[in-house]
């Protein structure tokens, strides 16, 4: 059923100052969505998905019968699907009721079950893995089509597609160990990948910048980010994914502030103190050695006094839990244990 699209939901999730592609092969610009909506010459492509907020996935349907695609894979079906009026490809469009945030700050479970499912949906529906996954096709565009499943527009919910598939990816899983297995992964995958790589190696660049300022160290993240997107890019089979600088630096922008508001020089003052006496270093010089049973329940105690150090100093859970290399559930078993004891 070819419909007219229902364009308040869809419009208040775009992003306020869009890429656009007049046509394809023309030049990528920025618009305001204000002024592309009074205009009677809609551009034929328009990004979906602001820098900070994931409330689009969408993918690229280039094979006969497009519209059936959610049938063919056994998944949820999608908000709509843009037909091209002279093709019978599409691109599958999912408008999720609650859109996805990815600040530093945000939750990290959410993030990572949009990543895996990008890719399960991706799979299942055979989507084109080339898709750059930054532009889709403009509902509104003189030559589109929108078809309804459903015969009327629905919004959908992370949770309700996970229903549908077997996720491959754990959440938090994102390692240089696991980049290889992450070469078919579509676009949010990718940058998950590089926002959770970033992340920990800004961790450990921060104590060179404390007292620098904030633009000298948010290029030095932005410098972090364009490497390891470099290092691992070449490892993704979507040789057309657009990393933009735009999105680059917001990636960068969101760590190193986070880093800034959050970690200080007491707390790591307080760990190599911690991590560096004599007797600690004794402890790990014997876990090779005969006594590495006792030697390593000695490290896991001189860990939980350096986490409660640590808290003491300022870090969060997470933070020490990376930083000690232990799981943040074990922190929290730690700092439980010893406020019990006082």
Not at 175 to 190: G, V
Request: proline residues 5%; charged residues 25%.
């Amino acid at each position: 059923m070819s419909a007219q699209l229902e364009l308040q939901p869809v419009i208040q999730r775009l992003p306020s100052k869009p890429y656009v592609l007049a046509d394809k092969g023309a030049g990528m610009v920025i618009r305001s969505l204000s002024s592309i909506l009074k205009k009677a010459d809609k551009p034929r492509y328009i990004q979906y998905n602001q820098p900070n907020s994931l409330a689009f996935m969408v993918f690229d349907i280039d094979y006969p019968k497009a519209i059936l695609a959610h049938e063919f894979a056994d998944v949820l079906q999608p908000s709509f699907y843009t037909v091209d009026k002279y093709k019978t490809t599409a691109h599958a469009v999912y408008v999720l009721e609650n859109p996805v945030h990815r600040n530093h700050d945000s939750l990290k479970g959410p993030q990572d079950l949009f990543a895996a499912l990008e890719q399960a949906y991706g799979e299942k529906l055979k989507a084109d893995p080339g898709y750059s996954g930054l532009v889709m096709k403009t509902p509104w565009y003189r030559d589109h089509n929108i078809y309804y499943p459903e015969e009327a527009f629905t919004l959908c919910s992370l949770t309700e597609m996970a229903e549908y598939v077997e996720l491959k990816q754990k959440p938090a899983s994102y390692t240089k160990k696991r980049i290889a297995e992450l070469a078919d992964a579509y676009s949010e995958s990718r940058n998950v990948a590089v926002f959770n790589l970033a992340r920990k190696e800004a961790y450990k660049a921060y104590r060179q910048f404390f007292d620098a300022p904030f633009e000298v160290w948010h290029q030095h993240v932005v410098q972090i980010v364009e490497g390891i997107w470099t290092s691992i890019s070449p490892n993704f089979s979507s040789e057309g994914h657009q990393y933009l600088m735009s999105e680059r630096k917001a990636t960068a922008k969101s760590i190193a502030k986070y880093c800034q508001n959050h970690l200080s020089q007491q707390g790591w003052q307080t760990y190599v103190e911690m991590t560096h006496l004599p007797h600690t270093q004794a402890k790990r010089g014997k876990v090779g050695g005969v006594a590495s049973g006792q030697a390593r329940l000695a490290l896991s105690a001189d860990k939980r006094e350096q986490a409660i150090e640590l808290k003491a100093g300022g870090m969060t859970v997470r933070e020490i839990g990376e930083m000690l290399d232990v799981s943040h559930t074990t922190v929290v078993r730690w700092l439980k244990s010893y406020q019990d004891q006082r």
